[in-house]
T-cell receptor, first 114, second 109 residues
Framework: ETGVTQSPTHLIKTRGQQVTLRCSSQ?????VSWYQQALGQGPQFIFQ???????GRGNFPPRFSGLQFPNYSSELNVNALELDDSALYLC?????????????FGSGTRLTVV | TQLLEQSPQFLSIQEGENLTVYCNSS?????LQWYRQEPGEGPVLLVT?????EVKKLKRLTFQFGDARKDSSLHITAAQPGDTGLYLC?????????FGPGTRLSVLP
């Protein structure tokens, strides 16, 4: 079975721009979550999608938005990029709605905002 | 304020030594998970503990869930350089899945 794949792997954007990050979930998984991981810190929960509906959101502003598609792949969109948005963005999928059985993570997208 | 606290933050030991890292919370979790993350990669699930007092072993790694389901520990016996990485605990809190800040372990040959 294929794992979680994320694209692109690296990205450099200018402050104020918009960015879209993509994630293909593991086969059979219907839940996708997005995390932001700053250097030297643990991942911070952004939001989760379950069967195409947002199913929980962390403490991130509305300029962070997402989508989940019928094939359970997902996008993370960030508008009006700020320097502090520079981080590793991780996508994780699971087969349970709440992730009690563990998540499978992708390798992440390293976003640098200059 | 972190829902999950981890200690120590950093740990550097020699190959062959034993170590324990801790994950603590004031909240009760239905389950806790431990992940290991290497540089440039996403976290990889090591174990899920569900029952208070539960102990699980994975080769040289022993995981324990506290009786009250508020804390967990990870013990590594005879650490090897391949154990180097960021160890993260995580759990379901309400509708969200939250991580601790991690313990960065370095095992020197």
């Amino acid at each position: 079975e294929t794992g979680v794949t994320q694209s692109p792997t690296h990205l450099i954007k200018t402050r104020g721009q918009q960015v879209t990050l993509r994630c293909s979930s593991q086969s059979g998984h219907n839940t996708v979550s997005w995390y932001q991981q700053a250097l030297g810190q643990g991942p911070q929960f952004i939001f989760q999608y379950y069967r195409e509906e947002e199913n929980g959101r962390g403490n991130f502003p509305p300029r962070f938005s997402g989508l989940q598609f019928p094939n359970y792949s997902s996008e993370l969109n960030v508008n009006a990029l700020e320097l502090d948005d520079s981080a590793l963005y991780l996508c994780a999928s699971s087969s349970a709605g709440t992730g009690d059985y563990g998540y499978t993570f992708g390798s992440g997208t390293r976003l640098t905002v200059v | 304020t972190q829902l999950l606290e981890q200690s120590p933050q950093f740990l550097s030991i020699q190959e062959g030594e034993n170590l324990t890292v801790y994950c603590n919370s004031s909240s009760v979790f239905s389950s806790l998970q431990w992940y290991r993350q290497e540089p440039g990669e996403g976290p990889v699930l090591l174990v899920t503990v569900v029952t208070g007092g539960e102990v699980k072993k994975l080769k040289r790694l022993t995981f324990q869930f506290g009786d009250a389901r508020k804390d967990s520990s990870l013990h590594i016996t005879a650490a090897q350089p391949g154990d180097t990485g960021l160890y993260l605990c995580a759990g379901v809190y309400g509708q969200n899945f939250v991580f601790g800040p991690g313990t960065r372990l370095s095992v020197l040959p």
